[in-house]
């Protein structure tokens, strides 16, 4: 009977767990820059569409963050503009298996940083998380 519980809360886990398309080396930069082309024309929905294929978290976890991030972007508007378009500042690396792109998403008054964080499993790349903030003097290393 322990057997079947724990079988049962296995197939559970593994249903919820996101299994993520894999992106090459030299895609990296080519994905970041698809996904903020749809920023930068206000096409957050296309943004998450893009990112969904390569992202490794759950389906819950990704429909709560697409939605708090509609959210808190409206929000934004309301302070900085509408969007206006974006620019990619760059690729860094850590090691063999980490990468970071950075891009900003230009607003009629400020600037709106994106980073996406990737991670390389034995497949390939996976986006491994991103973020966004307003906090522009976060991308200077004062």
Request: net charge neutral.
């Amino acid at each position: 009977m322990q057997r079947l519980a724990l079988g049962v809360l296995v197939a559970i886990v593994l249903s919820e767990t996101a299994f993520a398309d894999f992106l090459k080396t030299e895609e990296l930069q080519s994905f970041s820059e698809k996904v903020m082309a749809k920023v930068g024309k206000g096409d957050l929905d296309g943004a998450f569409l893009a990112m969904k294929p390569y992202i490794v978290i759950p389906d819950a976890e990704y429909e709560t963050l697409a939605v708090n991030t509609r959210a808190q972007r409206s929000l934004a508007g309301t302070r900085y503009g509408s969007t206006i378009g974006y620019e990619c500042l760059g690729r860094e690396t850590l090691g063999l298996s980490l990468a970071k792109v950075t891009c900003i998403e230009k607003t009629e008054k400020h600037a709106l940083p994106w980073r996406f964080y990737f991670y390389k499993a034995p497949g390939g790349w996976v986006l491994n998380s991103f973020n966004w903030s307003d906090r522009l003097p976060s991308l200077f290393s004062d």
